[in-house]
Nanobody, 126 residues
């Protein structure tokens, strides 16, 4: 059974940091690209960053560059998202997902992601 389980969310003050974790199982980790997405209340889900578990290449949405770092631990089949300088508008449910984009890394196109976690809530207070 494929599973992706996010953790590390919570309540943080503006300017603070959080490190999200995505624990995966049930598929061959290094064959996939793992992405982080988020969905704020009343808004569509959007991509944040992704990492190719095989070669470690990363891609960040422009709005997030400089504030987040995505990394992986192939030995434990986990992906992490370090988020810094959080803002109230970053309040959302954050999801990790696994997929196989045609070009290997992709650009966080949701239709390329086959497996999704249940999400972890991040709330940033002002």
């Amino acid at each position: 059974e494929v599973q992706l389980v996010e953790s590390g969310g919570g309540l943080v003050q503006a300017g603070g940091s959080l490190r999200l974790s995505c624990a995966t199982s049930g598929f061959t980790f290094h064959e996939y690209t793992i992405g982080w997405f988020r969905q704020a209340p009343g808004k569509e889900r959007e991509g944040v960053a992704c990492i190719n578990a095989n070669d470690g290449n990363t891609y960040y949405k422009t709005a997030w560059k400089g504030r987040v770092t995505i990394s992986r631990d192939n030995a434990r089949n986990r992906v992490f998202l370090q988020m810094n300088n959080l803002r109230p508008e970053d309040t959302a449910v954050y999801y990790c997902a696994a997929g196989k984009p045609d070009d290997g890394l992709g650009y966080l196109r949701e239709y390329e992601y086959h497996y999704w976690g249940q999400g972890t809530q991040v709330t940033v207070s002002s």
